[in-house]
């Protein structure tokens, strides 16, 4: 029991004396080591949070750093990637996205009115079987460059480059609305 209250009291001094700059370094690097990884995962804590966790675990006993082995600030980025760890664990394993209302009806709107400028799209070139195709295709890959698409539907570069210019003429009207 004594080695217990004597651990803690060592824990407490050693979080006290952490200087600015030693803490500010810390944060930078899980910062550095982790953030891009937490930001991946919707809802997921910043590296900051679960530093703040750490080091509660640590004061609380909940978690333990053998200071006369490591330093204060490796066992913080320790215990910091575990937590990493635990958060992306039960991310993969429940695959659940939390969204709020407000990005589903941002989303529903968007739906629709892609779908309204898709239609307004279509009906500009239904007369025109290639120029629907080039449509449809940019719409399926909009990444697409110009030699891809010309090769998806088996055209030269030229009627390729003849096309988008009719296509270029006629999205006009679309983009007047």
Known sequence: MKDNVEHGLDIVSAVANLSAEDYDGLRLRLWRQFGQELHRIPDAPTPDDLLHEAIEDLLGDRRHCPLARVDLTMC???????????????????????????VLEKIRVGDAEDSELRDSILAQVRDDSLLSKVIEYRLEHPEARAQEIAEALGLGLQAMYNANRRLKARLKSVVAK
């Open 76 to 102: 913080l980025v320790n215990i910091v990637r575990s937590k990493v760890s635990h958060v992306y664990d039960k991310w993969r394993q429940t695959g659940i996205v939390i969204v709020s209302d407000e």
